[in-house]
């Protein structure tokens, strides 16, 4: 069965850090490309970051480019998503998404047919 579980959220200050975890089944993992997306209470999900099944090629938004960084962990089927200088409009609920091979690194939301229940940000001010 195919699973995403993500977590790491939270709450922080402005300028905090998290690091937010997913933990994939092999059958979500495997060859796949994946991604963070988000979503903010009264918006659209958006895309935060996206990386190839080889952890080579990484993708990530304009509005959280030099902030945020992807990575995957190949040996424990991991995916990361460090965060730093959080800001308020970063709080959301921010969500693990697996795209099947053949990929490419995406930033679009249609790509992706696995996805996770999602785990909490939130950023004070």
């Known amino acids: 069965q195919v699973q995403l579980v993500e977590s790491g959220g939270g709450s922080v200050e402005t300028g905090g850090s998290l690091r937010l975890s997913c933990a994939a089944s092999r059958d979500a993992y495997s060859s796949s490309c994946m991604a963070w997306f988000r979503q903010a209470p009264g918006k659209e999900r958006e895309a935060v970051a996206a990386?190839?099944?080889?952890?080579?090629?990484?993708g990530v938004a304009d509005s959280v480019k030099g902030r945020f960084a992807i990575s995957r962990d190949d040996v424990k089927e991991m995916l990361y998503l460090q965060m730093n200088s959080l800001q308020p409009e970063d709080t959301a609920m921010y969500y693990c998404a697996a795209a099947p091979a053949p990929c490419a690194v995406s930033l679009i939301e249609d790509r992706y047919t696995n996805w996770g229940q999602g785990t909490q940000v939130t950023v004070s001010s």
């Open positions: 990386i190839s099944p080889s952890g080579m090629r990484t």
